[in-house]
């Protein structure tokens, strides 16, 4: 049988496999990075103050973002961040069943 958990998405709860989840969350985390190097490359040639369009800090960062080993590196570095945040959770779980502590 498939593990299922509860993705929340636009307030509502949907029933999903665990495997769909974990590749959402990686697919918005390569896509989040993809945005930030957008910012900074064509936010560098701006603050540099050449005379670059805009078109070609995008066409820059299109260069950057469909070189392979940039793009593998991006998924590898998702991929072990969502596991490790899964790990690190279940890790929180085990200790605090065998006995919380009061504060």
Partial sequence: MVETTILVVSGKKLTV???LKRTLQIAIAVGLTAAVFLVVI???GVLVG???SLQAGINVWL???KRPDIL???VL???VTVLFV???RNQERRAG???RTQS
């Fill in 97 to 99: 069943s065998s006995g």
């Fill in 86 to 88: 899964y790990w690190q």
């Fill in 50 to 52: 050449r005379q670059t």
């Fill in 77 to 79: 570095t998702a991929f």
């Fill in 72 to 74: 593998a590196t991006m």
């Fill in 63 to 65: 260069a950057f973002i």
């Fill in 42 to 44: 064509v936010g560098n």
């Fill in 17 to 19: 496999p665990r495997v």
